[in-house]
C-alpha cells in the first residue's frame, strides 16, 4: 500500500512516503500494525525522515512527522539547486544528485521528489539505482544530501582559496 501525500505541519513541508500494513497472526486471528514513512522540511534547506509503526495509520504519521523534525539536517542550496553532484547510498538503492540550470524542474522519483520538495530543491537532475523501495531511496537521498558542502565550507575546512 503506497500513499503520496503532503500537508503544511507549522511552518513544515510534510510529505507521507509509503504507508506499509504490518498482520501478526494472534490466536484470535489478525492483528494489523502500520508503518509509515514521512519528510519533512522547511522548503529553505533543512530536511529530515522518520519512519514509525502504530496500530493506526494517523497515530504512526504523527511519530514519524516527530521523528523527521528531530532527524533534520542542513542543505546548502545555491540559486534553488545543490551545489555539486553528489551520490548517497543505503543498502542496496544509490542515488545519484546532479545540479540543474534555472528552470529544469525536479527529475525524480517519488521518494526521492519528496526530499528534494521538501527540502525546497527546485531544480535537480537525478537517477536511483538498484533498490527502488521507497523507504531506502529516501534514506540513500538524505545519505547524498548530508555530504553537500558549499564552495566556502571547502575552502575553510581546506584552508586554501579555490577562486
Given amino acids: 500500500m503506497s500513499t503520496e501525500s503532503s500537508s503544511s ?12 500494513r504490518c498482520a501478526a497472526v494472534v490466536k484470535g486471528g489478525r492483528r494489523f500494525s502500520f508503518a509509515a514513512m514521512v519528510v519533512m522540511g ?5 530536511v529530515g525522515w522518520g519512519y514509525s509503526k502504530a496500530n493506526e495509520v494517523p497515530a504512526s504519521v504523527e511519530k514519524a512527522q516527530k521523528q523527521a523534525t528531530r532527524e533534520m539536517v542542513t542543505v546548502p542550496l545555491i540559486n534553488g539547486t545543490i551545489p555539486h553532484r553528489a551520490v548517497g547510498r543505503f543498502g542496496a538503492a544509490k542515488v545519484i544528485l546532479l545540479p540543474a540550470s534555472l528552470g529544469t524542474g525536479i527529475i525524480a522519483g517519488a521518494a526521492v521528489r519528496a526530499v528534494c520538495e521538501a527540502a ?14 521507497p523507504v531506502t531511496l529516501v534514506k540513500a537521498t538524505m545519505n547524498a544530501l ?4 558549499t564552495l566556502q565550507e571547502v575552502e575553510r ?6 577562486k
Fill in 120 to 133: 525546497g530543491i527546485n531544480n535537480i537532475l537525478t537517477k536511483s539505482y538498484g533498490s527502488n523501495n
Fill in 9 to 20: 505541519h507549522g511552518e513544515y513541508i510534510d510529505r507521507v512516503v509509503k504507508i506499509k
Fill in 146 to 149: 548530508s555530504r553537500m558542502r
Fill in 157 to 162: 575546512l581546506r584552508g586554501v582559496s579555490l
Fill in 42 to 46: 522547511d522548503g529553505r534547506g533543512r
